[in-house]
């Protein structure tokens, strides 16, 4: 339960943005007060302060985001259970005219249960004035009539609510059929009293109200108390917790005894508390931090969520960022961010600026105040129930280390499109996450295979374990083959410095870099650079010729990997003609392969299948032979 603890703990120490909207990815979040939920509201109704209606209003999808009053009967409600929320809730509820414009019978029992609740915070010692106000209102029956009046439900002939807008209908079909999912009688209403000063809040943004309704709330409603097993003190136990935790419409739980059926526990327990008891403070805190959490800075694919956060302050750097997304950190911001506008980030540039990060971690965690770092997966295997598939309590120290080791090591040349300027750039250093799945596996590629993918790459990056050696041996056969990249959207050049980039984090040890290293006498390296020649050598040939044809090493790719003495004396023999028309300018070619074949002993001229290093001596020597293209602006370029 020392995941409950922690974030119990983060909602304490940002208890300061509870109940105040933020922007974040295009969407509106807050951290939730205890006892609230959050619900997506279609229809806003103005009061005035003597309880009488003053307006109504579709309210569009960016601006519906309502916090709601709620009990745990409410906050968990299913099915034909009658649990009413306080203040806003659905027409359903809210209206005691709903029955009158066509509302299913079975449902009359809902306005009284809410009305009840309502009248007894209006009538409680310290209500506030606007719960007095809603309640005045609400009691009058007339929330339907009134939202037809304003034209916000249109009705037929009958006096009743058109389920659907009629297709041979020639006016424009109203906001509120295009908002609500089903019949508009299903839609969310929210109240609001005229204000009497520009700084009154909203109700749905009201702290003093959210306050009001807390302290209501403990002294109205009794509850069990009991040992809680996650603070250790004697307290107001639930055993009703939190869902829509990843989304909106995500309801499984982490903590879960519904019992009632199936019979789990029958026979260990004769009661839920006797497995766990949870205080209900601690639970409501940690279920909305993470919650909160996840919406502001959490990464998601298919079902997967992944969020990592800070104790002390929540913000810290992603896992699965790239080089070019992590140059956005604090840590960076005075140096890798002015020198990547200046010039080029070469290899060496971003492995100095790493280093100077490395070195001043301590200095940044002390500015930020912050000491530890969980990271953690959430996933659910059925619509009911999630789980906690990766956890991780790190020092912030140790975090920090480990995300500059991974994109230190594992690093190759990227390519990018910036969006400011839509230009394509490159840079050494790490890809995210997200391009690692879509190399391995494809963009094609089931998200359930994907999200797999992170979670097995999370121990290699926080816990620098080393890389599985089956994503490897996958995206090495994906490269083999060229052509297969032919009618796809995929790059194979992109995918090629993706899989270099995970070769190089695999033989860190054995200090491979992206420049060329011309001492470097590992066999698989030597064939690599031999089909790094070839290869440019050829494409520059095509080019003058204007010919768009594949190149030998390209045709011959996947059979050099598993024959390359074989396979190299037929691409030797494709090459002889060119060498034989001196007007190719291709000398320096050929004295270039001639130097590489003398590097590979008799032992090592073998058709043993090449491994994966191989890849990187291909790139980095096509890459050496292009940058001296660049330098010296012709072919005729000197060793």
């Not at 749905?204 to 250790?232: K, M, P, S």
């Not at 005075?334 to 301590?362: F, I, P, R, W, Y």
């Not at 996933?379 to 129930?385: C, F, H, L, P, Y």
């Not at 320096?588 to 058709?607: F, I, R, S, W």
Request: charged share 25%; aromatic share 10%; glycine share 4%.
């Amino acid at each position: 339960m020392s995941w409950m603890q922690q974030l119990a703990d983060v909602y304490k120490r940002n208890e300061s943005h509870v109940g105040k909207f933020e922007e974040r990815r295009n969407q509106r979040i807050t951290l939730l007060p205890v006892s609230h939920v959050m619900q997506s509201a279609q229809i806003e109704i103005l009061i005035t302060l003597d309880g009488e209606f003053k307006s109504a209003k579709v309210v569009d999808k960016e601006n519906s985001r309502t916090i709601v009053p709620a009990t745990t009967d409410s906050a968990n409600r299913s099915g034909a259970k009658i649990a009413p929320h306080y203040i806003h809730d659905k027409l359903q509820y809210v209206a005691g005219d709903f029955l009158d414009f066509g509302g299913p019978k079975k449902q009359k029992e809902h306005f009284d249960v809410y009305c009840k609740q309502m009248k007894k915070w209006a009538g409680s010692v310290n209500a506030p004035q606007k719960i007095k106000t809603i309640y005045s209102y609400i009691s009058k029956g007339n929330v339907i009539h009134d939202l037809v009046n304003e034209s916000i439900l249109p009705i037929d002939e009958n006096q009743q609510v058109l389920d659907k807008w009629p297709n041979d209908q020639k006016d424009e079909k109203p906001e509120i059929y295009k908002l609500v999912p089903g019949s508009p009688l299903s839609a969310f209403v929210r109240f609001d009293v005229l204000h009497e000063s520009p700084e009154d809040p909203v109700v749905w943004e009201d702290r003093n109200l959210f306050d009001n309704f807390i302290d209501f709330l403990e002294g109205t409603y009794e509850q069990e108390r009991g040992l809680c097993y996650v603070t250790g003190e004697y307290t107001t136990v639930t055993t009703q917790h939190g869902s829509r935790i990843r989304n909106a419409g995500d309801m499984a739980k982490l903590i879960s005894a519904n019992d009632s059926s199936g019979y789990t526990y029958r026979g260990r327990f004769a009661e839920a508390t006797e497995a766990v008891q949870v205080g209900y403070d601690v639970s409501q805190k940690s279920h909305h931090a993470l919650r909160w959490l996840i919406q502001r800075q959490g990464t998601y694919i298919d079902s997967r969520y992944f969020v990592s956060f800070g104790l002390e302050q929540p913000d810290v750097p992603d896992p699965f960022d790239s080089t070019s997304e992590l140059m956005d950190e604090d840590l960076f911001s005075e140096s890798l961010q002015k020198l990547g506008e200046e010039q080029a980030l070469t290899e060496d540039l971003v492995s100095e600026e790493l280093n100077k990060a490395l070195q001043g971690v301590n200095h940044h965690l002390n500015k930020e105040n912050l000491d530890h770092i969980i990271v953690m997966a959430l996933d659910a295997a059925t619509s009911g129930r999630l789980a906690i598939v990766y956890y991780q309590q790190i020092r912030a120290y140790l975090f920090y280390k480990a995300i500059l080791e991974w994109h230190k090591s594992c690093r190759w040349l990227q390519t990018y499109n910036e969006e400011s300027t839509n230009r394509l750039k490159s840079y050494v250093g790490t890809p995210s996450t997200y391009r690692i799945a879509e190399a391995v596996y494809g963009s094609k590629a089931d998200s359930r295979i994907k999200k797999d993918l992170y979670t097995r790459l999370l121990p290699c990056i926080i816990e620098q374990k080393p890389i599985p050696k089956d994503i490897l041996r996958i995206i090495f056969n994906r490269v083999k083959n060229p052509f297969s990249f032919t009618n796809s959207n995929e790059s194979w050049q992109a995918t090629l410095h993706i899989a270099c980039a995970l070769i190089n984090k695999q033989y860190e040890s054995e200090g491979y870099t992206v420049a060329l290293q011309k001492d470097n006498h590992s066999r698989d390296y030597l064939f690599g650079r031999l089909l790094g020649i070839a290869e440019v050598m050829e494409r520059r040939v095509l080019e003058k010729r204007d010919e768009k044809r594949a190149t030998n090493a390209t045709r011959y790719f996947n059979a050099f990997t598993q024959h390359p003495a074989r396979t190299w004396m037929v691409i030797r023999k494709q090459l002889s003609h060119y060498f034989q028309n001196s007007s190719d300018n291709i000398g320096y070619y050929a004295m270039l392969l001639q130097q590489v074949e003398n590097k590979l002993n008799t032992e090592q001229m073998t058709d043993d299948s090449l491994k994966p290093v191989f890849l990187l001596g291909y790139s980095s020597q096509i890459q050496d032979l292009y940058t001296k293209k660049e330098e010296n602006n012709n072919d005729g370029i000197k060793a």
